[in-house]
């Protein structure tokens, strides 16, 4: 279209609206939309449509797959998005044969489409999304077909966020891992807010200030309101900082203040006026503060110039140097089980995608509020496949670690040790509806002369009913009947001063039937309404416990539901702190991802023996420390007879940690002691194997 003249008048515009774009019928046609104006004319306005195509477009057909990106947003770590739908057309003459549709990451898809797909037909794929973990999540929808431009690849990002879990005088959601502000009060003249912009750890980070221009005069301000604890050695409050400004700090300035439940200043942490553009570490003593309610106040403040004054904040903690704690036993009890009447410690089932939390100490197991951690076996009985559960110390954030799964929704048991939370309580998140059973054998705590010290020994096999028959040989369990086991009479040198085993259980059930469960109790007392594991499905199954000893150092057992085989071994006793050389004791940590071989090396299944440096992990474990507690998951490419995990430098002992014939994911708690920083694994099969570290022992 060529133009027939010029705008002479005062009028400086040209026309509101253009537009260009393609024909939706064959794809090669271009239209374009112009308003004008006449020439010379005055507000004589006109619209012109004209339309061209290039020679070399051919409208024979055409293969569509849009949008070919989704973006999902937020979504809570363990829950699924609504699907969005990606359409897939064959606009060409020719069949499109269709080899495979796959979506990777934390993306599932569902499809209605076909092997093939004829001329002119089309077929819609749906994506949700589940994240495994907070942060920004990638992934990739890709359908292989035999039409050109195949592989058809469509990008998938989404936003694993946490779900807040606000415990009331206890820091939580330090890390702004919710994307939100959630347990957090905020104010002044701009409201912080949640950033990815920047993130010392995860994610998120909290925003306070402005970053451009308005900029304000006053405060950006929040606070959480916690009773500094009193059972930590000098407790202390630390967070990371992010600054920018290009003034002074006479008239703009970021700070961290201690104040009193009234706003009131009690200490002044920081005040700068710091343009470091670099995270900047702070760490401040709470011990005079201890017992007290005091406000964590953060704040940006502006004078209304010409340039901004902010700061981001990350991951607010408040810990304490590591406390030594030993064991008291219990005769074990059953302290939690939802399938019981709705109550405290009863129904109903968790929901999926929820967390619930249970203040052991009012439990009714003799446990007292001066418990530090707690000897569990979790079980839980799902209602649909259980992607994972994860239990922790209540007003702690939620950990990225896992302690089981069903993905079978199968009964299963793992034994965990879990330090005590806000009122003693424990924290229990599943992503999908189960119920949940929790057993205690013992607790640990600190200052008192009759808990027990932590020997590691050797892992050494105890007991095996395959072998011929004897005290700690064959026969094998026979089902509704008790059997005694002389623990001190086996080879592996535990002395009579042992007052509890720290241990691996092994069924190998008959003729690979269904085992009701198995239970595990000290010699000289009732049988206990508690399990130490189930199988079943009949296969091979393993659990770890804390048992404490009973008469003459044996323990009971019984076996419901089937015969079957037990293997117990042994790497560790409790006893007086007096009884032996080099007595260990318990120190919590956070619990912490120490390996997983699926991204890092050998970022593939292993078999054979690998060597996991313990201390090069991200989870501050000591040099001092002589035992991990750990929590063991293997992801078989198929089945897997055995898992070992030994001190390093050891021969490699005839003892297993876990099995997975059926080629299940499984998972085992394990004490493994060390000897240099180091633990050996071993598996015949490969696998993948997830270590996750929740406590350590060590002088």
Partial sequence: MVGSGSQTPNVTRWGDYSSMSIDPIDDCTFWYTQEYILTNGAYNWNTRIVNFRFSACSSGGYIGFYPDNLSFGDQTVGTTS????????????STLTISSIVASGDFSQTNNCVASLVPNASCNINVTFQPTAGGVRTGALTVTDNGPGSPRVANLTGMGTQLADCVADTLSNGGFETSTLDCWTGGGVLM???????????????????????????????????????????????????????????????EAQIRDVNGNELAQVFKTASNAQAWTYVSFDLTPYQGQTVQLYFNAHEDGGSTPTYMYLDDVAVAGAPTKQQLITLAPCRVVDTRNPTGTFGGPPISGGTTRSFPLPQGGCGIPSSATAYALNVTVVPHHPLNFLTIWSTGSPQPVVSTLNSYDGRVKANAAVVPAGTSGAVSVYVTDTTDVILDITGYFTTGNNSALAFFPLTPCRVADTRGAKGPLGGPMLSQNQQRDFPVLASTCGIPSAAAAYSMNFTVVPKNGHALGYLIVWPKGQSQPLVSTLNAPTGTVVANAAIVPAGTGGDLETYAYGNDTDLIIDINGYFAATSSGSKPMSLYNLTPCRVLDTRSSPPQEPFSGEITVDMGESPCGIPGNATGYVLNATVVPAGPLGYLILWPDGLSQPVVSTLNAYDGAVTSNMAIVPTINEFIDAYAPNPTNLILDISAYFAP
């Fill in 82 to 93: 609504s699907p969005q739908q990606i359409t897939y057309s064959n606009h060409t003459s």
């Fill in 192 to 254: 912080p807010v949640v950033s990815t912009l920047q993130a010392h750890s995860g994610a998120f980070s909290g925003q306070l200030g402005a970053t451009g221009t308005p900029v304000p005069n006053g405060d950006s301000w929040i606070y959480q309101t916690i009773v500094v604890p009193t059972n930590l050695e000098s407790p202390t409050l630390t967070f990371w900082y992010w600054p920018w400004t290009q003034s002074s700090v006479q008239y703009d300035w970021q």
